[in-house]
């Protein structure tokens, strides 16, 4: 049954983690600190109103540990209480904590009190690293951002090493450490090498002081405030431990029930339904694309993939959502022209993304069979015929996640490169880069691994005479010309049809097709072919100059009865379906990183520009203005929302340290190794340490 109704409009690395301890773990590491204060010589000590802990140790990397907590004592106050009582009380709680505070510093740092009216003499003169496994192994993180040091950032949740550098003596000297957490709470250890675990994102305050092993401080101390943020990490340099935590995080959301997920996880547990939604609807609505075709593109990504994260550290505290430089295969692929170099990429294993060889339903790896949502109609405002939650104009009824090895009957190589990259670097012009990096930087990934099936013009057009080779400058985008097709009214798309019914006989169709079949060449070009085709005469012509343009119409109105495009769900307005989809988005968020580091020569803004309205129109569609407020989550960055996207310019202004995240490196060594400059661009910012 088919109803029409009306149209609206680097090698994988398995190295173990740098501290045997678990890194991820701090609940468990405080545990065990407890059951050594309470069977070690250590104690619980109350002062007023903090508490002091104390421990000490005979191994491993501190030699002394201790934590100054000021308690909350936010008590309902009866009304007879006078505002001068209350202020004398804060005086008094104030004056308890400095005091208490005092009394710390004198017994780990005695002479510091003192250190202005004695004979020592302070100099900020000592130098000290921070590091975990990979800054260990690859060197200093971040480098390229300006409010980043060398050695200076620590990662949430994960363990991180404080080392001396210029330890003297340590026979006759020791090194006590002050931290301040993000939190405010004092911690102090004792040690040349000592760790410590945030568990925030924001910035540590780091003393570290040398102190005679028989009394006092010397005087020599380091200083600095340490920003503690998230690090996104390319997907195949995370070490097993994390790379397995990510996916192990991702499952939870693809299989968790939206209610339980929050029952089990808190408030920021979104399940794969709400994000997939979110996305569906806004790219899939009939007026415009609020997530393409527009300058909105790089803040509604970037927005949804922190909503994504922040839904992974729900579950699992130290998981950061890891980036895939999909030009790692592409640059292979452009030496050997083996788009099976591609395809067979360890990210498509079994344990990450599963198979990219498959015509059809993924069913095999750890996301085989994911579910597309089935009778959608109720829980959101865009599906398919067949009740799915897809593109209106996707006629797909497979139930799971749908892949195709090839797009129209071609397959395609012209995957993006270090060339690719390059070139969106050069665009140092907001217009120019918003509005191209959405392309052939980013979107032919999602044709490799969505594709199309069931709708073969590689074929149709042989039989025409028309070149293959011409055929491969737009057959690529002619998904796009459906759904431009679709929101100009000239593809009808059927509203529901039964699950039993062929994709053959549900499929979008052009009501207008035998009108057209009057017109000549010319009045064909001028009427239709024209906005299509995008003004490129040459591309309704074949080899021997005729045009061809009805006959290229039936395809896109799928007049053959064969001619019934499936787009894999990589490659349509449902693309978070698709597990590929999280890692694929943040690579081009550290392209924008990146190009804005380097400095715009403009970074205007255009407003009414999106260019694909009512399907082929240029002006005004929401989510591309610069002062539209977007409708996601208010609780992504410290500063709630509702944002706008002038607000997430600003938020993640990467030569600003608000964002809660760093992306790991601005360096392509398998570009480097392939004649190019390791930073693709030119650039005068220091990328290693």
């Known amino acids: 049954m088919v109803d029409y109704g009306t149209n609206t409009s680097s090698a994988v690395s398995d190295d173990p983690p740098l501290i045997e301890p678990d890194e991820r773990s701090p609940q468990s ?77 004198d017994k780990w740092l005695p002479g510091l009190s003192s250190a202005d009216s004695s004979s020592i003499s302070l100099s900020d003169d000592m130098l000290f690293r921070v590091y975990n496994y990979y800054s260990k192994v690859h060197g200093a993180v971040a480098m390229g951002y300006p409010w980043v040091e060398p050695y200076k950032l620590a990662e949430p949740n994960r363990e991180n090493v404080f080392t001396v550098i210029d330890e003297s003596d340590t026979e006759k000297y020791e090194y006590v450490w002050k931290i301040t957490s993000v ?29 005679l092993k028989s009394g006092l401080i010397t005087g020599r101390y380091g200083y600095t405030k340490v920003p503690v943020k ?63 075709d527009g300058y909105g593109f790089l803040n509604q990504h970037v927005a949804l993939s922190k909503w994504f994260e922040k839904s992974l550290q729900s579950i699992d505290p130290s998981v950061s959502l890891p980036y895939w430089d999909y030009t790692i295969e592409g640059q292979k692929v452009n030496e050997t022209g083996r788009i099976r170099d591609w395809r067979e990429s360890i990210v498509f294993s079994n344990e990450m993304f ?21 009778n959608a109609n109720n829980y959101t405002t865009v599906t398919n015929a067949y009740g799915f939650m897809r593109a209106p104009w996707n006629q797909n009824a497979n139930p799971y996640v749908t892949r195709y090895n090839t797009t129209y009957g071609f397959d395609f190589t012209a995957v993006p490169n270090c060339q690719t990259h390059k070139d969106i670097l050069s665009k140092n012009t907001f217009t120019e880069f918003g509005s191209m990096v959405a392309y052939a930087s980013h979107g032919t990934t999602h044709m490799m691994i969505g594709g199309i099936g069931n709708a073969d013009y590689k074929n149709v ?139 715009l020569a403009s970074s205007v803004w255009t407003d009414n520009q999106a260019w694909s309205v009512k399907g082929f129109l240029t002006e005004y569609c929401f989510g591309h203005n610069f002062d539209d407020t977007l409708t996601w989550p208010d609780h ?18 990467p030569d600003h340290d608000n964002n809660d995240y760093v992306y790991d490196s601005f360096v ?14 030119e650039t005068d910012i220091r990328t290693s340490a």
């Open 29 to 105: 590491r405080n545990i065990m600190l407890s059951l050594l204060m309470f069977l070690g010589v250590g104690g619980f000590v109350a002062i007023f109103m903090g508490k002091i802990t104390a421990a000490s140790t005979e191994n491993g990397l501190g030699q002394g540990v201790a934590s100054f907590e000021e308690q909350s004592h936010s008590r309902s106050h009866s009304r007879s209480h006078s505002r001068s009582h209350s202020r004398s009380k804060s005086h008094k709680h104030q004056h308890q904590h400095n005091q208490t505070q005092k009394d710390l510093d």
């Open 183 to 211: 939190e405010g709470i004092v911690h102090y250890r004792v040690g040349v090498n000592i760790t410590f675990t945030e568990t925030s994102t924001g910035h540590m305050t780091v003393y570290i002081y040398q102190k």
């Open 230 to 292: 998230y690090v996104r990490r390319e997907i195949r340099g995370l070490t097993g431990m994390d790379r397995e935590a990510f996916f192990q995080a991702v499952e939870t959301i693809y299989n968790t029930h939206c209610i339980e997920g929050k029952n089990l996880y808190g408030v920021n547990f979104e399940c794969i339904d709400t994000l997939v939604k979110m996305h569906n609807e806004l790219a899939g609505d009939s007026y415009c694309d609020h997530m393409h």
């Open 354 to 374: 599963g198979s990219a060889t498959v015509n059809g339903m993924v069913t095999d790896g750890r996301f085989g069979y994911t579910k597309a949502k089935y």
């Open 461 to 599: 057009l042989k039989s025409l005479n028309y070149s293959l080779n011409d055929a491969q400058t737009w057959v690529p985008t002619a998904f796009a010309y459906q759904k431009n097709m679709f929101r100009k009214g000239w593809l009808s798309c059927p509203k529901t049809c039964s699950l039993d019914t062929p994709m053959t006989e549900c499929k979008c169709v052009c009501s207008n097709i035998t009108y057209w079949s009057t017109m000549n060449e010319t009045e064909l070009w001028d009427a239709v072919l024209y906005r299509i085709m995008a003004t490129k005469w040459k591309n309704v012509v074949n080899r021997e100059g005729s045009g061809i343009g009805y006959q290229l119409l039936e395809l896109f109105c799928n007049v053959p009865k064969n001619m019934a495009p499936t787009m894999g769900d990589s490659l349509e307005s449902a693309s978070p379906s698709d597990v590929s989809f999280w890692p694929t988005h943040p690579t081009v968020e550290r392209l924008w990183h990146w190009r804005r580091l380097n400095g």
């Open 636 to 653: 992504l960055w410290s500063e709630k929302g509702p944002y706008t996207n002038r607000d997430l310019w600003n938020l993640t202004n």
């Open 668 to 681: 392509w060594s398998h570009c480097e190794d392939a004649g190019y400059t390791s930073t693709l661009i």
